[in-house]
């Protein structure tokens, strides 16, 4: 309880700060400005045809002065690729292309005959099975210093690029530099420059369902009409908006999501980028980066910031949220067996101490602890040994604590940006939070023991489609899918 | 009383404010979405009224003469109301940003709006209060507006713990140091970031009346590394040739980032006697000093230069600096700068020359 209200109040203060620190119109500056830096912008595409077109358009009409954007047609089977081609009028090109990453055979590559189109980079490669190795085959066709990885299907802020550069321009060595040394006449030694280097940011995911598009801009924001999506949205908005933004505050992010994140290359690829056999590709890449750091001795920060900039569309249905619980439980499972060395490990400082140990206490742990809990108590009602007013005093606790938390991330919200026009639908959203712990925390603890369990028996994973509703536009939903 | 009882006790009293916030949590939600819709209501209405009342009376004023009496209707002026603090703070705002989407004498137009509205005393009180970020904003909304103040009034904030308060003070400083605009380099203990250095660009672009800087004193004698790089890239910006000897200084350096910096600035302030030198020390530099030293050679275009570009285009192995070459060689073909046809060319290279040559 006390971690969750300092995080609350933590993330609250970064928050602020993060406000103050903008109040110049700064961000506008970066517009225009031969400073910054490229950006390759990566969104891998698996059978995304219904709204490949609208997505690729909402990609390359970002504010920002120096970015590319690479589709990864990972062996698409339905007309994604010929769509692209039609509509972008596509021309096969010899692209150097440098395996930096090592990834499933790259087949063709596209650029657009059309100059507005200049920006956009095609790859046609084999099905790689996940996001991972399309988006090392992405990585390994970059042209720019950082990339950002996201989904074809999310939408973007049209300010996402210069809103996540800018954490990484802003970081600034708290020490005093150390004095330049001129040796005329000695040669040269090359010294490493140990100022702090961000190494990823992320910005909060929110759900897209309900919400109104057009031409891949959303034009009216709306909480999600059904109540598994309402609920993960929910849920973003806590982990985002109370949790990463306190991690962030010190320093201590445990993972930028695979959905939006922006990455420096060189220590990407360092890493070998992301893992094709990991399930949970992007906490496996950005504890594979930290540990990349620690090791070398580099100084290095993870940042986040508070303002949404990427919507995606929930899974609507028990079947696909199942499949996707389960995966993200066999992932963590993954990550703990992969990266044990790394727990309660004081050589990997923050990482080892507070990162690590955090995941496995609050996130690996949970589930167990609930069940465990939840079998005891069974037990003391069977032998009669309960004291009910207790009892339902301590649960009357735990669920006004957790609808509190949940209002109170809403809050913070409605703070950094007010996207939902109508207040009924913010407090409507609030309200969420009373029926989750019966509904949907029950879910969530199944799915991920379920995926223990799996991953006990190392049952093989079926990654399966993503049912999609495509917001195209509201005469032509449809279903696509991708991985 | 027993220790459960108080365990108990303790719980119900963390119910009970858990309750208490996730009503407050409810109230502010809702008091904070009505002020804010009240707000964005008024300011629809303050712009309105600038484009279509206030805006079309200055524009018919000839802007050369100065003009005391102040043009705005009284009766304007009353349906602005800014005797409210709100008001005003919303007329400020909307005025900074008309202000950032326009320039010449429209911007003098809402510059002098926010004189004859008296809106600058609230900026200068905030400046003077004693929380930085209301510091911080004071300092913005003057800066934005164009409403030049002493340089002791600033230089007072450099000193500053809070290292926003001292960033916004250095954006002041520039914007309205009429003699030496860049003074603050002497004084700065902490480093600056690139993202600072984006402001000054654009401040820089803004002020065109500026008096033109010497970087090459900071570049030489500065002992701040950030601020060195910031002059560097600053004098190649500025196209400040006396920089060159100072940054030709540094080709000697230990620390590789800052020599990549050098060459860089070099490159584009075409120093081209540098161009031995580059030449000589290319071989065993690491790979980032070494693109930028082709970076560097592609500007200068010289007749060595272009012969040093495609001999190492034919001897290197490295893809990052055979796509490098590629591009520049491939730049400097299109532009009929060079006319360069190599029957016994690699395979792979042909490939990669072909590329870039294809390139939009």
């Known amino acids: 309880m006390v971690i969750y209200v300092a995080m609350a109040i933590l993330s609250y203060k970064h928050i602020r700060l993060y406000f103050w620190k903008n109040m110049g119109h700064y961000t506008q500056n970066m517009i225009s400005s031969p400073l910054s830096p490229g950006i390759s912008v990566i969104a891998p595409a698996y059978n995304e045809g219904l709204t490949i077109i609208d997505n690729v358009y909402a ?76 988006s090392n085959a992405g990585i390994n066709a970059s042209k720019y210093d950082y990339f950002l990885c996201t989904d074809v299907d999310c939408i973007l802020h049209e300010d996402t690029l210069s809103r996540l550069m800018r954490p990484i321009l802003d970081e600034k060595s708290r020490n005093q530099l150390d004095d330049i040394q001129v040796i005329p006449d000695t040669g040269y030694i090359h010294v490493e420059d140990n100022q702090r280097r961000v190494i990823a940011v992320g910005a909060p995911l929110r759900m897209i369902n309900s919400s109104d598009v057009d031409n891949g801009v959303i034009t009216r924001f709306r909480p999600p009409n059904k109540i598994l999506p309402r609920f993960q949205e929910l849920e973003y908005i806590r982990a985002y908006l109370l949790s990463k933004m306190a991690w962030s505050a010190l320093n201590c992010v445990p993972n930028v999501s695979g959905g939006l994140g922006l990455f420096d290359k060189h220590i990407a690829v360092k890493v070998g980028g992301y893992d094709p056999r990991s399930f949970a590709e992007d906490i496996d890449m950005v504890t594979r980066m930290s540990v990349y750091m620690i090791q070398n001795n580099k100084r290095y920060a993870i940042r986040y910031i508070p303002v949404s900039l990427c919507w995606t569309e929930g899974p609507q249905n028990l079947k696909v949220f199942s499949r996707q619980r389960v995966r993200w439980a066999r992932g963590l499972v993954q990550i703990m067996r992969l ?138 939903k449809g279903t696509s899918s991708s991985t | 009383m027993s220790a459960e009882t108080i365990f108990i006790t303790i719980i119900q009293c963390i119910i009970a404010l858990s309750l208490l916030g996730t009503f407050v949590s409810y109230t502010i939600i809702a008091t904070k979405r009505h002020k804010e819709a009240r707000n964005r209501k008024r300011q629809a209405q303050l712009n309105q009224l600038i484009v279509d009342k206030i805006l079309p009376q200055f524009i018919k004023e000839d802007l050369s003469e100065a003009v005391s009496e102040p043009l705005i209707d009284r009766k304007i002026l009353d349906e602005l109301a800014l005797m409210d603090k709100t008001d005003r703070q919303l007329m400020i705002d909307t005025l900074i940003h008309l202000r950032w989407h326009v320039a010449g004498a429209n911007a003098f137009i809402l510059h002098r709006v926010y004189v004859l509205l008296e809106l600058n005393q609230d900026s200068l009180q905030k400046i003077k209060s004693r929380r930085w970020q209301v510091n911080v904003q004071g300092l913005h909304e003057l800066t934005l507006m164009d409403y030049a103040i002493s340089d002791i009034d600033i230089l007072r904030f450099n000193l500053s713990d809070v290292s926003e308060l001292r960033s916004a003070a250095r954006s002041a400083f520039m914007r309205f140091s009429k003699n030496e605009p860049f003074r603050f380099f002497d004084e700065i203990r902490d480093p600056l970031s690139i993202w600072e250095l984006v402001g000054f660009f654009r401040i820089l672009d803004q002020s065109k009346d500026t008096v033109k800087s010497n970087f090459a004193n900071w570049i030489r004698y500065s002992r701040n590394k950030t601020v060195v790089i910031c002059c560097m890239k600053l004098a190649a910006h500025e196209q400040s040739i006396e920089a060159i000897d100072s940054i030709e200084g540094l080709l000697n350096v230990n620390d590789h980032a800052l020599r990549s910096h050098a060459i860089n600035a070099l490159g584009h302030l075409r120093a081209l006697h540098t161009q031995d030198h580059l030449i000589k020390m290319y071989p065993n530099q690491p790979i980032d000093c070494q693109c930028e030293i082709l970076f560097a050679l592609g500007i200068f275009r010289t007749p060595g230069a272009i012969q040093f570009l495609k001999e190492q285009f034919l001897v290197t192995y490295d893809f990052e600096i055979e796509n490098n070459v590629a591009g520049i060689l491939a730049r400097l073909m299109r532009g009929g700068q060079l006319n360069w046809t190599v029957p016994q060319l690699q395979e792979r290279k042909q490939r990669i020359l072909n590329y870039y040559l294809q390139e939009q």
């Open chain 1, 339 to 476: 990266h044990w060395h790394v727990l309660f490990n004081t050589k990997f400082k923050r990482l080892g101490m507070v990162v690590f140990p955090y995941n496995f206490l609050f996130e690996f742990l949970a589930p167990i602890l609930e069940l465990t809990g939840f079998i005891f108590y069974i037990y003391l009602i069977v032998i009669g040994a309960i004291n009910w007013v207790n009892t339902l005093t301590l649960l009357c606790f735990l669920y006004m604590f957790s609808v509190m938390i949940s209002s109170i991330a809403v809050l913070w919200d409605q703070l950094t940006e007010r996207h939902y026009r109508k207040t009924s639908e913010v407090i409507g959203l609030c309200l969420t939070a009373f029926a989750e712990p019966f509904i949907y925390h029950p879910l969530i603890v199944f799915f991920s023991l379920k995926g223990y369990v799996q991953s006990m028996f190392r049952q093989k994973l079926v990654w399966g489609n993503m049912q999609r509703k495509g917001f195209s536009s509201s005469n032509t």
């Open chain 1, 59 to 134: 990609l390359m009409h970002l504010n920002y002065p120096l970015y590319e954007v690479i589709i990864i047609n990972d062996g698409s089977t339905d007309d994604t690729l010929d769509k692209l081609i039609e509509h972008f009028a596509l021309k096969d090109v010899d692209l150097p292309y440098h395996e930096r990453i090592k990834t499933l055979p790259v087949k063709r590559f596209f650029r657009s005959s059309d100059k507005a189109y200049e920006k956009l980079l095609v790859i046609d490669k084999e099905n790689g099975k996940g996001k991972a190795d399309a």
